[in-house]
């Protein structure tokens, strides 16, 4: 009777062990497949943002069109036509669209 209470105990313990390797696998997935992407690409904006500079044609998330005529702190001043000119937040600048239209 004992060595079958002992034999179910230990065969018991490979199941948590088990679950315990597939959460951690999981996890792991989650982070390769989800979360460092997405910190990759938010640095890359950031570094995008920050260096923006007068001349660039950029596009804003509005959709709008223009070339950085200047700089303000977080301000950017877009000249969208001849005379034509729009403050914009830096944050406002979209980076996927920008790239497309400068190649």
């Known amino acids: 009777m004992i060595a079958t209470v002992l034999a179910q105990a230990a065969s018991g313990g490979s199941g948590i062990m088990g679950q315990v390797f597939l959460f951690g696998s999981i996890i ?13 690409k938010q640095k ?3 570094k ?13 998330i509005g959709g709008l069109h223009g070339k950085v005529s200047s700089i303000e702190n977080d301000i950017v001043v877009l ?5 034509l000119k729009v403050r914009v937040e830096k944050s406002a600048v979209s980076m996927d669209f920008s790239k497309k239209t400068s190649k």
């Open 48 to 60: 995008f943002i920050e260096e923006i500079k007068k001349g660039d044609e950029v596009v804003t």
């Open 79 to 83: 000249e969208l036509d001849r005379g």
């Open 44 to 46: 890359e904006t950031k």
């Open 28 to 40: 792991l997935i989650m982070y390769f497949f989800m979360i460092r992407p997405q910190q990759k």
